[in-house]
């Protein structure tokens, strides 16, 4: 059921809510439906970049930006920022 604020506005509020990084639970959400809907490898890789910018470092950004496949990206989300709780 969607609250009332999304009923009434159209938008999520989390863009609204102040974090200062994406939350986890929107990376595996985006992950989540990204898959289940054959998201071509680049946008996947891209979009989860912006999520992910504010929450990884320098050297952090280059790895992750080296990937070049779903297994890979999967492997590096659940070691790195899921510490496999998510992808196993």
Known sequence: MSSPFRYFTGVRKI??????????????????????????????HQQLMFMLRSSLNSRQRIMFNGLSNHPAVFDYLSRNIFKNDIFE
């Open 15 to 44: 863009i609204f809510a102040g974090y200062t990084s994406t939350p986890k639970q929107c990376v595996a959400d985006w992950v989540r439906l990204a898959t289940e809907h054959g998201c071509p490898f680049d946008l996947f």
